[in-house]
T-cell receptor, first 111, second 112 residues
């Protein structure tokens, strides 16, 4: 039972354009959502998070949007840069509980 | 400020042997997690420690897997009688709040 789903395995965008990474969840008890970035042979790096009491959180080029009614969140990266090429994981949690991760999406930013 | 430290970074072991993987979390972080990532797969939850609460062991795949967290700090993940399907990158993370988790570099375990 996959509670966090990233349905697209990969995304390719042109440098300078917007990257939109999507994530869906099924557990209505999730109240905190996170995005991680992972390069090969490294551990995941925390990018940005959002609480369920908000619908948007922005940090520089990264913005996360949360649509609770649709149980959907997205990560927008603008402008995309070649160094953003990595695997991106969506994660969700309930209070004082484990993080549940999606399977990840590989983003490629073409110069 | 040191991040999460895991050792060893790589471990090759023979099938049937026991292995111990170590995690030193960020000082003061009360929550500690173990995950693993098999080749081409996502992050699979193994175990979660939060303060003095009973750990959430629901992700441990079999009774060959166990983990301890001593003194609320260092954690050791032990795999007994390793099998080839145990080959993966084992990732440890810690968190000050039980929300944002910060990962170590992982231990790549290869069972031959």
């Amino acid at each position: 039972d996959q509670q966090v789903k990233q349905n697209s395995p990969s995304l390719s965008v042109q440098e300078g354009r917007i990257s939109i990474l999507n994530c869906d969840y099924t557990n209505s008890m999730f109240d905190y959502f996170l995005w991680y970035k992972k390069y090969p042979a490294e551990g995941p790096t925390f990018l940005i998070s959002i609480s369920s009491i908000k619908d948007k959180n922005e940090d520089g080029r990264f913005t996360v949007f949360l649509n609770k009614s649709a149980k959907h969140l997205s990560l927008h990266i603008v402008p995309s840069q070649p160094g953003d090429s990595a695997v991106y994981f969506c994660a969700a949690s309930e209070a004082n509980s484990k993080l549940t991760f999606g399977k990840g999406i590989t983003l490629s930013v073409r110069p | 400020g040191a991040g999460v430290s895991q050792s060893p970074s790589n471990k090759v072991t023979e099938k049937g042997k026991d292995v111990e993987l170590r995690c030193d979390p960020i000082s003061g972080h009360t929550a500690l997690y173990w995950y693993r990532q098999s080749l081409g797969q996502g992050l699979e939850f193994l175990i979660y420690f939060q303060g003095n609460s009973a750990p959430d062991k629901s992700g441990l795949p079999s009774d060959r897997f166990s983990a301890e967290r001593t003194g609320g700090s260092v954690s050791t993940l032990t795999i007994q009688r390793t099998q080839q399907e145990d080959s993966a990158v084992y990732l440890c993370a810690s968190s000050p709040t039980g929300r944002e988790a910060f990962f170590g570099q992982g231990t790549r375990l290869t069972v031959v």
